[in-house]
T-cell receptor, first 111, second 111 residues
Framework: GEDVEQSLFLSVREGDSSVINCTYT??????LYWYKQEPGAGLQLLTY?????DMKQDQRLTVLLNKKDKHLSLRIADTQTGDSAIYFC???????????FGGGTRLMVKP | DTAVSQTPKYLVTQMGNDKSIKCEQN?????MYWYKQDSKKFLKIMFS???????INETVPNRFSPKSPDKAHLNLHINSLELGDSAVYFC??????????FGPGTRLTVT
């Protein structure tokens, strides 16, 4: 079955870059996603990448996909305190377009 | 101009009761979903539904049933609530592309 894994915790200083990593097992994944969840809030779609792409950049966010190693990363440049949240990686398994989520990485940004 | 809304935001009830959570989307999307997030923040798909097809995650107990009165609504009905049903339930919707947009969540507490 599908499995998506992330490290639990990341701490960075304001202004530094953050890199959140994710590994997945389902080689048939079509799309891979990054969602952000702030405390007490729902999930906000940050960005997604199609499986035939290696990289996608959107302002401070850069997504890198290594399909051979089934590794996805999210880089946040110039990390701000407002970026503190839980970041979820997810894959689309095509069956009913249902997403399989990783366990989330809690990003803490220190001033 | 809320895109995906859920009611109620909080629901506290006793074991054995039957309850419903409502979800509405005004985005004109074709497909709607229910996800469960447990106390450790793990997110798991429960259902995927459009007007043609219901796909059920095989791990979901049959006490849970989605009900869709129309394309813009997908309600979650839960029979005979158990302590382990306590979680945050998220509704989501997507157009024919693969982006999913999440509601704010309903925190269910079973006592």
């Amino acid at each position: 079955g599908e499995d998506v894994e992330q490290s639990l915790f990341l701490s960075v200083r304001e202004g530094d870059s953050s890199v959140i990593n994710c590994t997945y097992t389902d080689s048939s994944s079509t799309y891979l996603y990054w969602y952000k969840q702030e405390p007490g809030a729902g999930l906000q779609l940050l960005t997604y990448i199609f499986s035939n792409m290696d990289m996608k950049q959107d302002q401070r966010l850069t997504v890198l996909l290594n399909k051979k190693d089934k590794h996805l990363s999210l880089r946040i440049a110039d990390t701000q305190t407002g970026d503190s949240a839980i970041y979820f990686c997810a894959e689309n398994n095509n069956a009913g377009n249902m997403l399989t989520f990783g366990g989330g990485t809690r990003l803490m940004v220190k001033p | 101009d809320t895109a995906v809304s859920q009611t109620p935001k909080y629901l506290v009830t006793q074991m054995g009761n039957d309850k419903s959570i409502k979800c509405e989307q005004n985005l004109g999307h074709d497909t709607m979903y229910w996800y469960k997030q447990d106390s450790k923040k793990f997110l798991k798909i429960m259902f995927s539904y459009n007007n043609k097809e219901l796909i059920i995650n095989e791990t979901v107990p049959n006490r849970f049933s989605p009900k869709s009165p129309d394309k813009a609504h997908l309600n979650l009905h839960i029979n005979s609530l158990e302590l382990g049903d306590s979680a945050v339930y998220f509704c989501a919707s997507s157009p024919r592309t693969y982006e999913q947009y999440f509601g704010p969540g309903t925190r269910l507490t079973v006592t």
